[in-house]
């Protein structure tokens, strides 16, 4: 004894099976196999992942080309399945081509799609009964173009690294042979796709969709069947979403009990698979636009690694199948497949999409179209940013660690100025009980600050280095903890400051205060000596330091912090006000504080050396030439400091005034 069949619209459940054999069905397809009447070239319907639908029993009508049925003239049939047939016809009374789908008369799809009055889904413009056969007639824009699982193949006869916006127009363009109407506003779409590499290409055809399944949402529509079948590409490449033959509006004054639904096997959400499910209670309500999302997370996957994220298969019976394939949807997506990586902020994108939890996917749509549109934006940013040199590409690929070092390299270079500012015009003038007890000040000093510094820059990366790790292996972040990292790694460089200040002013004042006090008194000209050379020392680590992490906080770190980069450069322009006037400010303290310290060497003169003549021009020679140095590596770095502030901001940093 076989069920009843089901009729869309109707309160009854689910069969116990949806299949005769242990295996999932391989199609129980939705009214038209994933074909709206968009097809042109090969004209056959293109087999689907798995599809549900409940049954219904008739067939669909069959017309002939050149028939004419009420106010049509039949051109070609453009897709079939199991419940309609769509066909290009032209429609007589306003001489134009249309997409007309005949299916029996049941359902109230033309009322559901009234109201999506969208430039990215297919409009439905009438509908006709003809009640000698009991058919129904919908009358739709004709798109002339191709689907997405089309284009997806197509892709797949080429190289991963041959994909591009370019190669989807050809694409297209190979699959058409219908001429297409000029349209001179779709052109800026199609030079769009021309120019774009294949992940821009792809993020701007997912944010047009999603803005669609957004104004559906909208009017409480559902599609629930979202599937790379079901978006059609015009000859321009302009994005339609079709299909709704299985949209579900959930008021409950259009419904009073629950709807049947339908979908595809592949492109499900897992508490979609658990509705579907005979052995589970999961209402259909459950089902809602947080599913749709998962399902065009499921597309973009697709389209931009030619292949499902996840298997679609299963053994035993059919509620056992979709329980295992639930199952499997719930351990999260797995890593990209090695023949085709994905960026790094899409794999973000793509895994809240593809979360397990509902409530841990976009909020809407239009939400996800705002984060898409933001990370076209972003790599619109990306190229703009300078490439920079081998360092660059070192601290790119191990931040932190090539970071660290440079950090420490200023700090190094002025120990070295320290030291040799001391061992030539103070230690020497200095008595041997002075000078013992100096060396065991500078073991002290240095055993206490440096271990210090270090514990105070961990205790500060760290955060920052957890939340990089946790981006580049794909977890997800919240905004809210991405942005107060982002503010961080800006201050960073500040912090810089004050560490460097802690660990070098002091010992100007420590050091000659120690000798007094342990070794008997020193002159007051010693005191000065310390604290002149400490100072300039301790600038020229500050400035050197403060350059590095600034490098590292803006060139690096700042443009991949970003979860929902919508109006980056917005943002961008407001937490990044203060860098130019700090750019300029280090720009200049790079070359005059070494300078400064020759100066006052030159002033002071050879005389009060310890070490005589030698010693005063090695000393001033190193001096003049770091500041030299100095000063090219700080016109060198701002230089690509304020080409990534363009890039980040849109606008130039002011020029310091020389």
Known sequence: MTDPPLEPGTAA???????????????????????????CGDESSFPTAPSFRAPVPSGPPTLEPGERFLDFEIVVVLGSGAFAVVYLARQLSLDRHVALKVSANRGSEARTLASLEHEHIVRVFSEEVDPAHNWRLLCMQYINGITLEQVIRCLDQREPAQWSGRAILEAIDASCTRPALFDPAALRDRDLLWNADFEEAVGWIGTRVAEALAHAH????????????????????????????????????RHGARAMFGGTLGYMSPEHLD????????????????????SLGVVFWETLTGRLPFPVVGKGSVGDSLRTLAEMRRKGPPPAPPRRALPEGM????????????????????ELARVLEGWREQRRIDRDLPAGGFLTRCLLRSPFLVGLCLLLLPHILGSMVNISYNQLRIVGQLTPAQQATFQQLVLGYNLVVYPLAMVLIVRL????????????????ATEEEVTAMRRRVLRLPLWTVALSCIGWLPGGVLFPLGLDLLAGPIEPAVFGRFLTSFTISGLIALTYSVFAVQFLALRVLYPRLWVDAQGLRRRARDELRSVPRRLAVLQLLAGLIPLTGAILMIAVGPEDFASGYQGFRLLLTALIGLGMLGFWTAVAVSGLLQQTFAALTGQQAATPAT
């Open 218 to 253: 909208s009017q409480r529509v559902l599609h629930r069947d979202i599937k790379p079948a079901n978006i059609l590409l015009n000859r321009y490449g302009r994005p339609f979403l079709a299909d709704f033959n299985i949209a579900f509006d959930p008021r409950p004054a």
């Open 13 to 39: 459940e689910l069969p116990p099976t949806l299949g005769s054999t242990p295996d999932l069905p391989p199609t129980l397809d939705s009214e038209t196999a994933g074909d709206s009447g968009s097809q």
């Open 347 to 366: 794999t973000r994108i793509l895994r809240r999409c593809l979360h397990p939890n509902p409530t841990r996917r976009y909020a809407s749509a239009a």
């Open 275 to 294: 509705a579907f499910n005979p052995d589970e209670r999961t209402l259909p309500e459950a089902v809602d636009e947080r599913s749709d999302l998962y």
């Open 461 to 476: 990366v760290r955060p920052v280095r957890r939340l990089w790790q946790r981006l580049q292996a794909g977890e997800l």
